[in-house]
């Protein structure tokens, strides 16, 4: 039977359509709107009425072309950007006037545990999943997690506390991510030997892009290496370029420009604390998982 789910993250509107079977999912239809809910936050947590409307259109948007594909139920999660909304359930209600679609907002250790089974084989892995307002850290092998948690730092989040126009403000920025994720880290470190690192979410799905120079989609990118040399090379040299100039790098969605030195930030300081050279890149989601899941 053919399925659906949206995810509504922080930075972007996802839909995925598939099918279930012996070998995994067989991928019908991906969808994707740049909502940037994270963004749109204002300074007492709440989602303006226009980003409101603006989102649940998209939702409509990409619900329609599911049914439209065949699936024959939808799922819809939130993510970090509603978790901390004050008003995410007037979000719920008009989505739910737009689609009929029930919104949940899932927790952080939920989403971790998705991102996990999207990607995670039989080997021991380590799934990092860069969102715009968390990061998730998820650690198991042969579908066995050991340890589920988000941590409060994103490529939105970490750009609101500090943009990246200069190579100072980008270390400025690498500090405070370092600083942020170094607790989850430590908690990891005694399980790891033997782990690989994997990497999900658009900041590792664009360096793969921009290493290779192209545009990768979620399956053409499967098992893309990115070494901690070449994030460091794109942080710095996307610190020192003006928007308009970010906007044209190849293998970088113009979409991804603003916030990607601070995505890269995340994924620097994950490498470094726990002592990775390289990550392996999956195009696949917490949709993958959930679809996965169910």
């Known amino acids: 039977m053919m399925r659906a789910a949206i995810a509504i993250g922080s930075n972007s509107t996802r839909m995925l359509c598939a099918e279930k079977t012996e070998q995994g999912l067989k991928n019908i239809l991906r969808g994707r709107e740049e909502t940037r809910l994270f963004s749109a936050l204002d300074d007492h947590g709440f989602f303006p009425e226009e980003k409101i409307l603006e989102t649940a259109e998209a939702v409509k948007n990409l619900y329609e072309a599911a049914v439209r594909h065949g699936a024959a139920d939808c799922a819809l999660f939130a993510t970090s950007a509603s978790r901390d909304a004050k008003n995410s359930h007037l979000l719920a209600q008009k989505i739910f006037e737009y689609t009929g679609l029930n919104m949940q907002v899932i927790t952080g250790e939920e989403e971790a545990r998705l991102a996990f089974a999207a990607c995670a084989g039989q080997q021991k892995t380590l799934v990092m999943d ?39 403000q980008a270390e400025q920025a690498l500090l405070l991510a370092r600083n942020a994720m170094q607790p989850f880290t430590d908690a990891l470190k005694e399980r790891m030997e033997g782990a690989v690192l994997v990497g999900i979410g658009g900041t590792c799905t ?43 790098v190849p293998g970088l969605p113009a979409t991804r420009a603003m916030h990607m030195p601070n995505g890269l930030c995340i994924l620097i300081g994950v490498m470094e604390l726990m002592g990775f050279d390289s990550l392996s890149v999956s195009g696949r989601n917490n949709l993958d998982g959930y679809l996965l899941s169910v």
């Open 130 to 168: 860069i969102g715009g307002g968390s990061t998730e850290l998820t650690l198991g092998e042969n579908g066995q997690i050991f340890s589920a948690a988000s941590a409060q730092m994103g490529a939105s989040r970490l750009m609101k506390m500090q943009p990246i126009h200069n190579a100072v």
């Open 206 to 248: 664009a360096a793969a892009g921009i290493r290779a120079g192209v545009f990768f989609d979620a399956d053409t990118m499967e098992g893309a290496a990115v070494t901690l040399q070449e994030a460091r090379r794109q942080l710095f040299m996307l610190a020192d370029l003006p928007l308009h100039q970010r906007e044209l």
